[in-house]
């Protein structure tokens, strides 16, 4: 096979380990930006909750009013102000508030 698809394998089992998220506050949570790298898919969206799945876990996102943009292969971007994050896998929770 060629190169492009040994690359497009590469990212697949690299979105299957690792998962990176970024969470830019512009002095305040009115106007966050978060970047999440590697989303294996996005499981729900409206304006004031966004779930994403992640290498064997989810993200739900909540705020108000969210904006989902697309910024790359397996990378999104959320806008807007930020409420929560919580992190969920099969048995184990975890919250960041």
Known sequence: MGLLYEK???LDELSSREC???VKLNGNTDNAEIYVENCRRV?????????????GADIRVSGTP?????FGVGGVKITG??????FS????????K
Do not use: M, R, Y
């Open 81 to 86: 102000k930020l409420s929560s994050l919580d």
């Open 89 to 96: 896998d099969s048995g184990a929770k975890g919250s960041v």
């Open 66 to 70: 969210l904006t989902l943009e697309n």
């Open 8 to 10: 497009l394998i590469e």
């Open 20 to 22: 990176v998220i970024t």
């Open 43 to 55: 499981l729900s969206c409206d304006n004031e909750f966004i779930t994403l799945g992640v290498c």
